[in-house]
């Protein structure tokens, strides 16, 4: 369990935290489509411009469809493609939506993820269909990296949210799945808590 004291203000992750995701459905599902090299060209370690430039928005869905075309050299469609990209997002589990929920009678809620438009369409409509509900009635705020232009762990996002919020970062709490990013929030004050190995959020609140 986490220590709560003193806390007036909890920030979530999206991936791994609140929505199951799985990378390698999506690496599977290119390969699929005749993409052997997936890997290498978005996922790996020192290739990962394609994703960064998604993820802050700099890259809009026609471009990185196209240059998707352009690195696998394969004739795949719009809707090939998007397919296969959201392929690694998972089930929100009921828990966690109720989790939420019951948190915003106590406290300040808000979101702050790296995500790209063509995943956040995508879940909007899942959160919408399955659950009922949406961001605006889960979270006071949500920051996504594809609008802020700004990526976790760079220190200026934090930052900005602080601001934007108006909320002092000794009464916050940030919950990510990477502690890369858990480590960033501490640095600007924030308390923090990284769900490794299998942990899920509703353990520890």
Do not use: C
Not at 38 to 64: C, H, V
Not at 70 to 88: G, Y
Not at 89 to 94: A, Q
């Amino acid at each position: 369990m986490v220590d709560l004291a003193g806390i007036k203000n909890i920030i979530f992750d999206y991936g791994r935290v609140i929505i199951n995701i799985d990378f390698k459905i999506t690496i599977d599902a290119f390969k699929k489509l005749g993409f052997s090299e997936i890997e290498k060209a978005i996922f790996r370690s020192g290739s990962t411009k394609l994703l960064t430039q998604i993820e802050k928005g700099t890259l809009k869905p026609d471009e990185f469809y196209n240059q998707i075309r352009r690195i696998s050299n394969l004739p795949l469609t719009d809707k090939d493609i998007e397919n296969a990209w959201n392929a690694l997002l998972l089930d929100m589990p009921e828990k966690r939506i109720q989790l939420l929920k019951n948190l915003k009678n106590k406290y300040r809620i808000f979101l702050l993820s790296n995500s790209n438009i063509i995943h956040f369409q995508h879940y909007s409509q899942e959160l919408k269909i399955i659950h009922h509900t949406s961001f605006d009635q889960l979270f006071e705020k949500t920051w996504f990296s594809f609008n802020l232009k700004m990526t976790k762990p760079h220190l200026n996002i934090f930052k900005y949210v602080i601001t934007d919020a108006n909320i002092k970062p000794i009464e916050t709490l940030f919950i990510d799945d990477m502690e890369i990013n858990v480590a960033a929030a501490k640095k600007v004050g924030m308390k923090g808590y990284a769900l490794l190995k299998g942990e899920d959020v509703t353990d520890i609140l």
